[in-house]
């Protein structure tokens, strides 16, 4: 059941979905949602429930189930670990109450399917999925399953990627030794993953024509950092220092990648991130 929330904080979370949280008051107390995914024996029966299945089968495996709108080798679980019930992992949960939200990308208030549509043609380096199909219906009501007790409006604790910080500048000749020590034995020596015995992958390749392009959000360092500081190597995640993270997303992210087509589109108001890749 959804909590009931005060006047001011109902207020303060419209300001954040629409807006982002950079709309607040530096001093402003923000209202956030312990992390607590339903399991996955409580979806529904009937046809909302298939709807959920469908959207869970497609984010985990979409190679099979969405082939034709991937232009990777990746699935949406590459990066939203455990079909985006991982905090700190760009997880789904509580997604579905926070849009309509202002993007600085685009200078634009987007719709949660804006935002899927954004990782299919970045992160997947594919094209759009047209929003009244089955696939995009299906990874709405899945997103829809896994915020169903998140209040409207209120971010989870653990939503996208927790930032760290390097002590000093990130350096990739280091990082290339620490991906050799600890991330090669998964993702390969030459970036490209590692496929299991039917030929889907069972570690995703990193860079290269089969991995996420420039555009994508884990092309940016301080993503990227963030995301190997939390969650790898996998099973060991926080095992790396914060400088440690850095170094290595700074040999990874500036390896050759596809391009992205519309990247002269972004940040329009001119405030591009200075991790950027172009």
Not at 182 to 208: N, R, S, T
Request: aromatic residues 10%.
């Amino acid at each position: 059941m959804r909590s009931t929330l005060s006047l001011s904080a109902w207020l303060m979370a419209g300001v954040m979905a629409m807006y982002g949280s950079s709309a607040l008051a530096e001093d402003a107390v923000k209202t956030t949602a312990p992390f607590n995914p339903p399991a996955e024996e409580t979806m529904p029966s009937g046809p909302m429930g298939e709807a959920i299945r469908y959207g869970h089968q497609l984010t985990t495996q979409t190679q099979v189930y969405a082939k034709k709108y991937v232009g990777n080798d990746l699935n949406c679980s590459s990066c939203h670990l455990d079909g985006g019930r991982t905090p700190n992992a760009a997880p789904w949960v509580g997604i579905w109450g926070v849009f309509p939200e202002y993007r600085t990308r685009n200078a634009e208030v987007n719709s949660l399917q804006d935002r899927v549509n954004d990782c299919f043609q970045r992160s997947m380096n594919g094209k759009p999925l047209p929003e009244d199909s089955k696939e995009m219906k299906g990874i709405l009501a899945y997103m829809w399953w896994l915020s169903k007790d998140v209040p409207t409006g209120v971010d989870v604790e653990g939503r996208g990627f927790k930032r760290i910080k390097a002590e000093r500048a990130p350096n990739p000749v280091l990082g290339k030794a620490i991906y050799a020590e600890k991330c090669a034995v998964c993702h390969g020596a030459d970036g490209q993953g590692m496929k299991g015995p039917e030929g889907q992958y069972m570690f995703p390749p990193l860079w290269g024509a089969k991995s996420f392009n420039i555009g994508a959000g884990m092309a940016r360092l301080n993503t990227a950092a963030a995301f190997v500081k939390a969650n790898m190597p996998l099973g060991q995640g926080g095992s790396l220092t914060d400088q440690e993270a850095y170094d290595v997303a700074a040999f990874f992210t500036q390896q050759p990648r596809p391009d992205y087509a519309r990247k002269h589109k972004d940040w329009p108001k001119g405030d591009k991130p200075k991790d950027a890749r172009y």
